[in-house]
T-cell receptor, first 114, second 112 residues
Framework: GAGVSQSPRYKVAKRGQDVALRCDPI?????LFWYQQALGQGPEFLTY????????KSGLPSDRFFAERPEGSVSTLKIQRTQQEDSAVYLC????????????FGNGTRLTVT | KNQVEQSPQSLIILEGKNCTLQ??????????LRWYKQDTGRGPVSLTI?????NTKSNGRYTATLDADTKQSSLHITASQLSDSASYIC???????????FGRGTSLIVHP
């Protein structure tokens, strides 16, 4: 299976808990993106990695959100002290570096904060 | 600021009918435009890519058009099927950024 894999598929967290969401991109893909998608809305950009370098984190909504990709492959999105407004689907996508390469998305992690 | 606007926000059609979804963008400099299909509970999947020199491209029952002068694109679906029920998202890439700009999507429901 050569697709983008995200885990867990579903996560329920109590308000105030920390969560970690994992993304396994397609092997060799240089670019990796994280998106937040609220119900009925389009994906909203969170952050972008090129290999292990986080080149853009302008979409992270607060300093409670942190992402890393230490070896240029697997990435983790961490949310500290979760709030109800963090409830959403978190999508990860990977691609080759070229602008005409499509984004390959995982099926997302649905986070529910109670 | 780069922006992508899609219309309509939602659409309901009967199986077998055709429909057209619209995408207007203000991304500059333009590199390419992709239409993605997102089934419920799944990640988006690329349907087609349009570059500056392309006016029309077909992928089965899906036909995308691009007018680079007016910065508009459309996605036409012919003889709709129940499996076409999904969100269709227009995504535009700028030559000056690694970050693509997403539209909010059009939610299409096909009724039998």
């Amino acid at each position: 299976g050569a697709g983008v894999s995200q885990s867990p598929r579903y996560k329920v967290a109590k308000r105030g808990q920390d969560v970690a969401l994992r993304c396994d991109p397609i092997s060799g893909h240089v670019s990796l993106f994280w998106y937040q998608q609220a119900l009925g809305q389009g994906p909203e950009f969170l952050t972008y990695f090129q290999n292990e370098a986080q080149l853009d984190k302008s979409g992270l909504p607060s300093d409670r959100f942190f992402a890393e990709r230490p070896e240029g492959s697997v990435s983790t999105l961490k949310i500290q002290r979760t709030q109800q407004e963090d409830s959403a689907v978190y999508l990860c996508a990977s691609s080759w570096l070229e602008h005409n390469s499509p984004l390959h998305f995982g099926n997302g992690t649905r986070l529910t904060v109670t | 600021k780069n922006q992508v606007e899609q219309s309509p926000q939602s659409l309901i059609i009967l199986e077998g009918k055709n429909c057209t979804l619209q995408c207007n963008y203000t991304v500059s400099p333009f590199s390419n435009l992709r239409w993605y299909k997102q089934d419920t509970g799944r990640g988006p999947v690329s349907l087609t890519i349009m570059t500056f020199s392309e006016n029309t491209k077909s992928n089965g029952r899906y036909t995308a058009t691009l007018d680079a002068d007016t910065k508009q694109s459309s996605l036409h679906i012919t003889a709709s099927q129940l499996s076409d029920s999904a969100s269709y998202i227009c995504v535009v890439r700028s030559g000056g950024s690694y970050i693509p700009t997403f539209g909010r999507g059009t939610s299409l429901i096909v009724h039998p």
